[in-house]
């Protein structure tokens, strides 16, 4: 349970709401996450700004970044 309340992904619209069906596309689901980052849209677009850079780098290896978003989940007890 996130100690901060997401909000509604069907109460969403323009980008988020973009963001969130693809994201329901892909993992069945909006990530949590995002759901918080969405109360404030300027916070959600820094950290989809964050993510897109870290994708379009190539610097990291997208099954490696998968062990390390894991990883970092375990270490924050984290239900991934």
């Known amino acids: 349970m996130a100690r901060i309340e997401g909000v509604n992904p069907d109460n969403t619209e323009g980008y988020v709401k973009q963001v969130f069906d ?39 290896d997208a099954g490696l970044q998968s062990l390390i978003n894991r990883r970092i989940a375990f270490i924050n007890k984290c239900e991934f």
């Open 22 to 60: 693809a994201q329901a596309k892909k993992w069945g689901a909006p990530l949590l996450n995002h759901l918080v980052y969405a109360r404030r849209p300027t916070i959600f677009r820094g950290a989809r700004g964050m993510w897109m850079g870290i994708d379009g780098s190539g610097l990291i």
